[in-house]
C-alpha cells in the first residue's frame, strides 16, 4: 500500500500523459473520420476510391508498428517526431480510419427518403447533406462512439512501448524498481476502467440528450 | 533513401518470425473461441449474481488495455510459482482477452435469431438441446463470422505487443534489426507492410468464409 | 362432427404482461371437433389465448385444460403450472402455426416438415419424410419439397408451416393470423388449405383471424374478444348478421368498411 502512496506523482503524471493523448489523438481521429467518411461518399469516383484505399491502408496496419514507424524509421526522412507527437498521428491516423467506418455507416443508415424529401423542397446537396443528414447520422453514430472510444483508451497504452511516459509505461517503471506487482498493475487497471466507464457514461448520455426526438430506445436496434 | 538491397537481405530474418506470430495468433484465436463459451453460459446464468459478476468481469478485462493485463500475468505469475514462458503467457492473455469479446459476439448472434424459431421449437416439442442443435446453431454462426474473424486480424496485429515480454516475433525482430544495424527504416517498414498484407488477405478470406457459409438457404 | 364433451378449458383466466391486464377472468369452452374463429382488434388478447394454449405463456390466475390434463390449474385469484411432464404432454397434441411462419431458414421445405417428427416422435427418415412428402402434396407445394424458405413466396411458405404443424398429428390446430402478413394475392392460397383441413371432423381448431369472409364461411363458432374478455360468442350467421353487442356491431362495422 506504501507503494502507491510513493508511487503516486507517477501515476498521476503518466495518467494525465494518458489523457492528453487520448484526447488529442480522439480529436484528430475524429475529423479525420467525418473527413474521410464524407470523401467516400463523394460523386466523384477518384476521390472516393483514394479515400477507400487511405482507410482501408489505415485499417490494416498494426497500431503498434505504425506508431514504431513514425518514432524510428520516420527520421530517416528527415522527419523527427516527439515521442508523444508520433503516437497522437499515429493513433489519430489509424482510428479515424476506423471511425470513417462508422461515419460512412451512419450517414448510409439515415434513410434514402430524407434525401429524396429535401430535393422536393429544393435543397441543394450541401444544405441537405449539413441541416438534415448530418444531424441523424451523428445520433446514428453515438452507439459504435462508446465502443470506438475504449478501443481508442487501450491504443494510448500501445504508446508506451515507444517511451511515451503514460501510465503504463509509468506502471512498468515502477513495477520494475519496487517490484510491487499486484497493487500497482491493479492500480493501473482500474483507473484505466475508470477512464473508460466515464466516457461511455458521456456518450449515453449525449445519446439520451441529442436522442429525444426518436420513439424508441437507441439500444434497440 | 529506401535501401532496397538491405530490405531485401532481411526479408529471411522476418519471415521466421512470421511463424511465431502466426503460431501465437492462431493458438490465441481457437483458445479465445473455446473460453467464449463457458463466459457466455455464466453471463446467461439463471442466477442474477453469477451472470451480473460475470458481465463485470468480461467488461472489465474487455476495457482495460491488453498490455497491462500482459505484464500484469507476466510479472505477477512468478509470485504465485507460476513459471511460464513468454509464449505461453502471451497466448494465454490474448486468449482470455480475447475469450471475453468472443462471449459477446456469441450473444449477439444468439440474439440475432427471431425469437419465432423458439416458439416454433416449442410448438414442435423439440428438445432444448436439439433446439440448439438443429434449429439455433446453424443461424446463429453466420453473423458470428464476420465478428470473429474481425477479431482474429485484431489480435493478429496486436502481436508485437508481445514484444515487451520477449516475444520473438516480427516486430522484436525488425527491431532488433534495427538496432544492430543502425537503421531502422527498411526493417519496420518491411514489417509493416507484411502485416498489412496478412491482414488483408485475412479480410479477404474471410469474406469469403462468410459468402460461403449457408449461401444454399440465404437469400444473398 | 362435434361432440358436446369440452377438450379445451380456459376458466376464470387472467393475464398480464407488466402493468397490462391483457386477458381478464376469461371463460371459453370449446368441444371436441370445432373450429372456432377468433376476431377483435389489436391488443385485445386474442393471440396471447393461443399462445397460452401453446405453453408459449404463462398465466396469473385461473385454470386452462386441454382434455383431462391441466396446463395451469387455479381459480380467479392464483394459478400452479403442470409439471414438465404433463405440459410437455399437452404440447404434443397441439400444433401451432405463426403470423410470421417461422420456418426453419436453413432447411428445405421437406426437412422443415420432417424435423420434430425424427427428432421427437423417433420416425426413421423414410418414414418421417415419406409423410412429410404426403402432406407437402395436400398443401400444393410437392414440386416445392427441396426448395429453401428463402425461395418461396409467403403464401408457399405458411403452406409448408401448416404442413410442418400437422405433421406431429395433433388434435388440435391453433392458427394465429396466418394470413396477416401475406401479400392480399397470396392469402387465398393458404385459406384454401385451412377450408381443406375444416373438412376433417376430429381436428379441433382454432383461429385467429381478421378475415371475415372466411371466418363465417370456415367456422362453427365465432367468439369476438376486446379488452382481454369475450364480448360476443355465437354462430357464424347470427354473429355477422344479427351481432347482440354493441361493441361487436362497431367492431363489425369498423371492419366491413375498411
Not at chain 1, 430524407?114 to 446514428?140: C, D, K, M, N
Request: one cysteine or more.
Amino acid at each position: 500500500m506504501d507503494v502507491l502512496i510513493d508511487a503516486r506523482w507517477l501515476i498521476l503524471s503518466g495518467t494525465i500523459v494518458s489523457l492528453r493523448v487520448f484526447v488529442l489523438s480522439f480529436l484528430l481521429a475524429a475529423v479525420l473520420a467525418l473527413l474521410l467518411g464524407l470523401l467516400r461518399q463523394s460523386s466523384i469516383r477518384f476521390v472516393r476510391v483514394a479515400a477507400m484505399c487511405w482507410v482501408e491502408f489505415f485499417r490494416g496496419v498494426s497500431t503498434a508498428v505504425q506508431l514504431f514507424w513514425l518514432y524510428f524509421a520516420l527520421p530517416f526522412f528527415g522527419i523527427s517526431l516527439t515521442a508523444e507527437a508520433a503516437a497522437v498521428i499515429g493513433l489519430g491516423l489509424v482510428h479515424g480510419a476506423y471511425g470513417s467506418e462508422v461515419v460512412r455507416g451512419a450517414m448510409q443508415s439515415v434513410s434514402i427518403d430524407q434525401w429524396e424529401a429535401a430535393t422536393a423542397l429544393g435543397y441543394t446537396r450541401r444544405q441537405t447533406l449539413f441541416s438534415i443528414i448530418l444531424p441523424q447520422a451523428f445520433i446514428a453514430m453515438l452507439p459504435p462512439l462508446g465502443n470506438s472510444l475504449i478501443l481508442l483508451l487501450k491504443g494510448t497504452s500501445i504508446a508506451s512501448i515507444i517511451t511515451v511516459p503514460e501510465l503504463t509505461f509509468q506502471s512498468a517503471l515502477i513495477v520494475d524498481r519496487t517490484l510491487a506487482v499486484l497493487p500497482i498493475f491493479t492500480c493501473v487497471l482500474l483507473i484505466y476502467y475508470g477512464i473508460a466507464i466515464a466516457a461511455t457514461r458521456t456518450v449515453s448520455l449525449l445519446e439520451r440528450r441529442l436522442g429525444r426526438w426518436r420513439p424508441q430506445p437507441l439500444s434497440v436496434r | 533513401m529506401f535501401d532496397f538491397a538491405f530490405a531485401l537481405s532481411i526479408l529471411p530474418q522476418l519471415a521466421v518470425a512470421t511463424v511465431t506470430t502466426l503460431v501465437v495468433t492462431i493458438s490465441s484465436f481457437f483458445l479465445a473461441l473455446l473460453i467464449g463459451v463457458p463466459l457466455l453460459l455464466l453471463r446467461r446464468s439463471g442466477w442474477h449474481s453469477v451472470s451480473r459478476t460475470t458481465a463485470g468481469i468480461i467488461d472489465f478485462i474487455r476495457c482495460t488495455p491488453i498490455l497491462v493485463q500482459l505484464y500484469f500475468l507476466y510479472f505477477a505469475m512468478p509470485e504465485f510459482g507460476i513459471r511460464l514462458s513468454p509464449i505461453a503467457t502471451g497466448i494465454l492473455v490474448f486468449s482470455v482477452h480475447y475469450g471475453c469479446y468472443m462471449s459477446e459476439v456469441y450473444r449477439a448472434g444468439l440474439e440475432s435469431v427471431p425469437r419465432g424459431q423458439w416458439d416454433v421449437c416449442v410448438a414442435l416439442s423439440l428438445s432444448r438441446s436439439e433446439t440448439y442443435r438443429s434449429v439455433v446453431l446453424p443461424q446463429m454462426i453466420y453473423p458470428i463470422i464476420p465478428a470473429a474473424g474481425n477479431y482474429l486480424v485484431h489480435m493478429f496485429k496486436e502481436t508485437p505487443l508481445l514484444a515487451s515480454i520477449s516475444v520473438v516475433e516480427m516486430m522484436f525482430v525488425s527491431a532488433e534489426i534495427g538496432a544492430d544495424r543502425f537503421r531502422y527504416l527498411e526493417p519496420i517498414t518491411l514489417c509493416g507492410l507484411l502485416f498489412l498484407l496478412m491482414s488483408i488477405a485475412a479480410a479477404g478470406l474471410i469474406r469469403t468464409a462468410e459468402f460461403l457459409y449457408g449461401r444454399r438457404w440465404r437469400r444473398v | 362432427m362435434t361432440s358436446w364433451e369440452p377438450i379445451i378449458v380456459f376458466s376464470s383466466v387472467t393475464k398480464r404482461f407488466g402493468a397490462r391486464t391483457v386477458l381478464k377472468a376469461l371463460d371459453l369452452e370449446i368441444p371436441l371437433g370445432q373450429k372456432l374463429a377468433i376476431v377483435g382488434p389489436s391488443g385485445s388478447g386474442k393471440s396471447t389465448l393461443l399462445r397460452i394454449l401453446m405453453t408459449l405463456e404463462s398465466v396469473e390466475a385461473g385454470s386452462v385444460r386441454v382434455g383431462s390434463q391441466y396446463l395451469w390449474r387455479g381459480d380467479r385469484e392464483r394459478t400452479v403450472e403442470a409439471d414438465v411432464a404433463t405440459t410437455a404432454n399437452v404440447r404434443r397434441r397441439i400444433g401451432m402455426v405463426f403470423q410470421q411462419f417461422n420456418l426453419f431458414p436453413h432447411m428445405t421445405a421437406l426437412q422443415n416438415v420432417s424435423a420434430a417428427p425424427i427428432k421427437v416422435l423417433r420416425k426413421s427418415k423414410e418414414e418421417a419424410y415419406a409423410h412429410a412428402r404426403d402432406l407437402l402434396t395436400r398443401v400444393g407445394m410437392s414440386d416445392k419439397v427441396d426448395a429453401y424458405p428463402a425461395f418461396l413466396s409467403g403464401g408457399q411458405q405458411q403452406r409448408v408451416g401448416i404442413a410442418r404443424a400437422l405433421a406431429m398429428n395433433p388434435e388440435i390446430l391453433l392458427l394465429d393470423e396466418v394470413t396477416s402478413a401475406l401479400d392480399p394475392e397470396l392469402v387465398g392460397e393458404v385459406l384454401s388449405v385451412i377450408r381443406m383441413l375444416a373438412a376433417k371432423g376430429d381436428l379441433t381448431i382454432l383461429m385467429v383471424t381478421h378475415q371475415m369472409g372466411f371466418a363465417r364461411e370456415f367456422a362453427d363458432r365465432v367468439c369476438f374478444i376486446d379488452g382481454g374478455e369475450i364480448v360476443e360468442d355465437a354462430p357464424p350467421a347470427q354473429f355477422f348478421d344479427a351481432p347482440i353487442q354493441r361493441r361487436t356491431r362497431d367492431f363489425l362495422r369498423a371492419v366491413i368498411s375498411a
